[in-house]
């Protein structure tokens, strides 16, 4: 049924996931694969012109292949539940397709079908100590030796050439990245899918916070698998600051990458920031063979496909991305190869550039005049951007200027009653550009408006806020949101990101504040495109917590695992001369990021 599953359907499918997850220990049911990635597959077979085409060209039925199914012995004499598709067409040695997951053997086979029509053969595994896999499930400590003696075995089939292909997407894409730390010589090319390679800045976010509800609801589907086994959670909360515990699920030496891959990622998605910085990684760290052969292309939503706005229809022509992605890796995949002269004919990705990037504006579903922004422009370069800055003021505004004289702008923070999550880089929540006006109205939270915008204004890259803070106590946090705000009122979020205190000067050693004491911190938002239309405002909104997005700080100083006295907080934020509080927007020129209607 959820393959079935079209693009509007996929606003009921978190119902469905419950129930399958519901059931599962009663009827036997496998977890599905991500839901994202099974639209993906949808979306693709359903608008690819290059996908239909090689449909239309094969000599069978691609719905009467049945896969083989071997348990693969690894190095350690482990065995992986393994399946593979050896199409008949066409004849002789083939290259493969590899796909690696912890979702379980079923729902598969719509991401199978992507390849076979091109001539792979693909072969899918589920990681050890997931779905029918033996084994103990450790992260992604050591997925690397398991994707290598699996590549080893392709290449010795007498079906295969030893060349090697990888798609994945979400945790089967942190596979696929953490497989190169180890050189894989049978590897040739990636497609790798909202996800990223640097899983400790996954779990707490770049400001030092526990992404407590994505995590909280992840590892317990993974414990499901396992229901034996020692709580995945409660080993990742013994370890909230960074170690060599997490050295082993980062890819950071980038030598043993060889070759040019595409990475999807989504301005709302949860990998974002670690997405994007993992192909930068490709991208210039990377040996001679990949370095400066990546292709990047960011799209709006990723994995926040259930958000709801009354409607489905916020962001214009958004699933473009899906389409791209898969033709880009189709020609990657399939050099020198006799489908080329099809590729060429018939891929909507052949115009694209390096960078291809969904810039984002007013959303017609708020506003019947036409966007400055919602559509998709393709670089060759990254654009350069300009800073502006403008300052917080006592009177609730942002200002070009910084005011005269200093102030304190103050609130109570009770971690027992947190300010809510409205929307964000979030799964098992609302997420994306949700109104933020209910929050706003709170007594813990302060707002700080601009004038109405002269022009329109493109911002391309991390929004940062500055904050001079203080608080009466060892430990707290201090949370941000930009928003947009329509003529109309609603304030539209962009972007958030907060500062777990004690983790201000280092993600490995915690250092506590001195009550009263005025710190300056500077609060990286993860990178965002948007056009503020004119007369439209920017919105600051800052607070101490974002629940349940983030964990609530409760201000006592002590690991998350170590609990302690829940504490309020009288936090403060200084501004004026001396403490020149201010949102620093990466400006851009319009014309840098031009509307590609040729794409």
Partial sequence: VVLQMNKWHLLCLPIVIAMIIQIKGVIGLNIVPDPSIIQLADIIQGHSPLWKQLVKTLPYNLTNLIPETIMLPMRDSTTLYTKYWNPPYPTGKKSTVLIRSPYGPDGTENLAYLYIPAGFAVVMQNQRGTGNSNGNWTFWKTCEYDGYDTMEWIAKQPWSDGRVYQMGGSADGVLSYLDMKIPQPRLKSQWIIFSNSLMYYTVFQNGGAFRENLVHHWLKIMHDYRPHAP?????????????????????????????????????????????????????????????????????????????????????????????????????????????????????????????????????????????????????????????????????????????????????????????????????????????????????????????????????????????????????????????????????????????????RSSMSRPELMEPSKIYEIMVELWPTCYIFSKGHQIRLVVSSSNYPRFSASPNNGKMIIEGGEILTAKNAVMIGKEYESAVILPVVDIDDIPRNTGI
């Fill in 231 to 503: 709580d995945y959670e409660t080993q990742v909360l013994q370890h909230e600051g960074f170690s060599n515990w997490w050295e082993l699920d980062m890819l950071t030496n980038l030598s043993n990458v060889n070759f040019p891959a595409v990475h999807l990622a989504a301005w709302y998605d949860i990998f974002l920031g670690p997405n994007l910085e993992s192909f930068t990684n490709y991208d210039t760290k990377s040996s001679a063979g990949a370095r400066n052969k990546q292709r990047l292309i960011v799209g709006p939503r990723g994995h926040c496909f259930f958000f709801k706005t009354n409607d489905d229809s916020w962001f214009e022509n958004d699933y473009y991305d899906f389409i791209w992605a898969y033709d880009t890796s189709i020609e990657l995949f399939s050099q020198n190869t006799p489908i080329q002269t099809v590729v060429k004919q018939y891929s909507l990705a052949a115009k694209l550039k390096k960078y291809t990037l969904y810039v984002m504006g007013k959303s017609s579903f708020l506003n019947i005049e036409p966007s400055d922004g919602m559509y998709w422009t393709t670089l060759a370069k990254w654009p350069e951007t300009k800073e502006r800055s403008l300052y917080l003021a006592k009177t609730n505004q942002l200002m070009e200027l910084p005011p005269n004289t200093p102030n304190e702008l103050s609130y109570i923070y009770n971690p027992k009653n947190p300010v809510p999550t409205v929307g964000g880089n979030n799964l098992f929540l609302t997420c994306g550009p949700k109104e933020q006006n209910s929050i706003e109205s709170r007594s813990d939270v302060l707002v700080f408006t601009s004038e109405k915008l002269a022009d329109k204004l493109a911002i391309l890259g991390k929004i940062k806020v500055k904050l001079y803070v203080k608080s009466n106590c060892t430990d707290t946090d201090f949370t941000v949101k930009i928003t947009d705000v329509y003529p109309s009122g609603e304030s539209i979020l962009i972007g958030d990101n907060l500062l777990r205190m004690r983790w």
